[in-house]
C-alpha cells in the first residue's frame, strides 16, 4: 500500500508559477513510476506529466510541455511539478499517481492515488 499526499496547490494569476509536491510513504518509492494528472469541471481526468523510477526519462502532455516540469527526489520520497506560465486552463485539482513499471499516460495503469490539490489560474 503506497499513500500519496498532494501540496503545493493554490490561487495563481495568469502567467504566474506555483510549484506542487507529492509525499509518498512508501520504502521502496524509487522503484515506482510516477506521474501526475488533472480534472477540471465537468471534464475527465487527463495526463499531465509522469517520471520513471530514477527521473531519467519524462513524459509531457502536449499542452503543458515548456511550461511544467517534473522531478522527483527519492532520497525525499517526493516528486514535484514546477508549473510556469500558468493559463487559465491550467485550472483543476492536480493528482499524484504511482505504478510499478514504466511510465504510462492512461489513468487506468496507475495503482495508487492522492486525494488531489486545487489550483486555480485567474485571467
Known amino acids: 500500500q503506497v499513500q500519496l499526499v498532494e501540496s503545493g496547490g493554490g490561487l495563481v494569476q495568469a502567467g504566474g508559477s506555483l510549484r506542487l509536491a507529492c509525499a509518498a510513504s512508501?520504502?521502496?518509492?524509487?522503484?515506482?513510476?510516477m506521474g501526475w494528472f488533472r480534472q477540471a469541471p465537468g471534464k475527465e481526468r487527463e495526463f499531465v506529466a509522469a517520471?520513471?523510477?530514477?527521473?531519467?526519462?519524462?513524459n509531457y502532455a502536449d499542452s503543458v510541455k515548456g511550461r511544467f516540469t517534473i522531478s522527483r527526489d527519492n532520497a525525499k520520497n517526493t516528486m514535484y511539478l514546477q508549473m510556469n506560465s500558468l493559463k487559465s486552463e491550467d485550472t483543476a485539482v492536480y493528482y499524484c499517481?504511482?505504478?510499478?513499471?514504466?511510465?504510462?499516460?492512461?489513468?487506468?495503469?496507475?495503482?495508487?492515488w492522492g486525494q488531489g490539490t486545487q489550483v486555480t489560474v485567474s485571467s
Open positions: 499517481a504511482v505504478r510499478l513499471g514504466l511510465i504510462r499516460t492512461e489513468t487506468y495503469r496507475y495503482d495508487y
Open positions: 512508501a520504502r521502496t518509492f524509487s522503484g515506482y513510476a
Open positions: 517520471i520513471n523510477w530514477n527521473g531519467g526519462s519524462t
